[in-house]
Each structure stands twice: as structure tokens, then as C-alpha cells.
């Protein structure tokens, strides 16, 4: 497997690129190969197999451990568009464990969450803000913001294996029922880059959702996922798009 020596793109780069591609064609079920083996496959030296590899670490796509061969994650978790969902339930339906790092938790103010609840800029809010882990590996930041009347009674709880949603319900407290998102690509700023554990500049996307119950906004929340783990799905057939399914 030859890389292009003549090419303005570090050889680094170039290995990282084709092992990505292999991962994501589902190449190395029986076992990521060692080092070794990689510098033999490409011909290139151990700078170049370890610099590609840290970020495919990095990633969360590969697992290591001292004494034995390297394990495959999965590349990304798939989300399908269309309904109001959890991402706790969807990164724990595809086999993985997922926890959050708690960051702030509490009674608080935010004019902009707020101004999309319909709120005075002053309201009272409930505000959660966590970074999301699917089996250890960071997959996301999350921030949501309700009505302090509606979840301010989520104070105190252990937001470290659970989902909001599951604990309004655990409270006596509807979910949302309906809602909107608007998603957008971005790109990290170094210190979010740091918490999510990817190499700066790195591209995200932002996904801002106003959850509504009985038509009535009671959430807002804006989460910014690693675009390497996590992809968006849509359905479609003969009579059109057919989103959710």
C-alpha cells in the first residue's frame, strides 16, 4: 500500500486518511494491526505509523492496551432525523455505555435561553451542562436550560449514568413532546477541542433544539457533537421523505 512521496501532504496525513477510509469499510474486524505490521503495509517510518495513530486514538476509534492487540470501536453512532430522542437511549441501543461528566448543575440565569423559552431575559432557569461519553471516549458537550418551575426540582440529582429526560419522568414531569432542532457544522475552539479530546481545528456539529410540551417551549439546548463519532440518517421512498423511521 504505496503513499505519494510527491505529494504536499505529510505522509502522517496520508496514513491517517487511508486507515480511516479501511475502519470505515469495516477492513480490520479480526484486529487493528500493530505498528509494526503498519510500517511493513506502507513502507513508511515509526514517526509516521505513531503520529497517524495517535490520532486515530485520539478519535476513539481504536482502543489500546499493553500486551495485546488493538480493539476496534465503533466509527460513528447513527441518529435518525424526525423524532423527538435521547441521546443517552440511542448511544446505549448500539451497544455502548453512556455516561456524562457533570460540569455545572443548578438554578441559573441565561438571557438568550430565556429569549427562546419566551421568557423574561432575568427567568429563572434550570441549566444542566455535561459532556456526553459513549464507553469513556467523549462524544459531546451538551447544554440545556428549562424553566426553573418546570425542572428546578432536578437539583441535587446525579446526572452521571441517567438522562434528563428519564429523571422529569422519575419526578412525575412530562418529557417534551414536540419540538425543533436546527443543526449546523462547525468547528471547535481549542479548548472544547481539549474537553471532546480531538485534535484543534477539528469540525463539529451544532445541534440547537427547542423541545416543546403541548406546544409550549420548556427546553432549550444546545449540544455540540464530535462529527468523527456521530452521524445524522434520513429515510426515504417512493411517496418522499420519510424522516424518523
Do not use: N
Not at 441559573?108 to 427567568?123: I, K, M, R
Not at 451538551?142 to 432536578?154: K, S, T, Y
Amino acid at each position: 500500500m504505496a503513499l505519494d512521496r510527491t505529494s504536499g501532504q505529510p505522509l502522517w496525513a496520508q496514513l491517517h486518511t487511508d486507515l480511516l477510509r479501511r475502519l470505515e469499510a469495516g477492513e480490520f474486524t479480526a484486529g487493528f494491526p500493530a505498528e509494526g505490521e503498519l510500517r511493513e503495509q506502507y513502507g513508511v517510518s515509526r514517526h509516521t505509523v505513531r503520529e497517524a495513530l495517535r490520532r486515530i486514538r485520539a478519535a476513539g476509534l481504536v482502543r489500546s492496551g499493553r500486551g495485546r492487540r488493538s480493539e476496534v470501536l465503533a466509527t460513528t453512532i447513527e441518529q435518525p432525523l424526525g423524532s423527538l430522542y435521547s441521546m443517552f437511549a440511542e448511544v446505549e441501543a448500539q451497544g455502548l455505555t453512556q455516561t456524562s461528566t457533570v460540569l455545572t448543575c443548578g438554578i441559573t440565569t441565561h438571557p438568550q435561553a430565556a429569549a427562546s423559552l419566551g421568557l423574561a431575559v432575568d427567568a429563572e432557569l434550570f441549566g444542566l451542562e455535561r459532556l456526553r461519553l459513549a464507553d469513556g471516549v467523549p462524544l459531546a458537550h451538551d447544554c440545556v436550560w428549562m424553566p426553573a418551575r418546570v425542572a428546578g426540582l432536578l437539583v441535587g440529582t446525579d446526572f452521571s449514568r441517567t438522562a434528563l429526560y428519564q429523571e422529569l419522568e422519575r419526578h412525575g414531569v412530562p418529557r417534551p413532546d414536540g419540538g425543533r432542532e436546527r443543526i449546523t457544522a462547525t468547528v471547535l475552539d481549542p479548548d472544547l477541542a481539549q474537553q471532546l479530546q480531538v485534535p484543534s481545528p477539528a469540525a463539529a456539529l451544532l445541534i440547537e433544539r427547542t423541545g416543546t410540551l403541548a406546544g409550549e417551549p420548556v427546553e432549550w439546548r444546545r449540544t455540540t457533537v464530535r462529527a468523527d463519532r456521530y452521524a445524522l440518517t434520513m429515510s426515504f421512498g417512493p411517496d418522499g421523505y420519510q424522516v424518523g423511521r
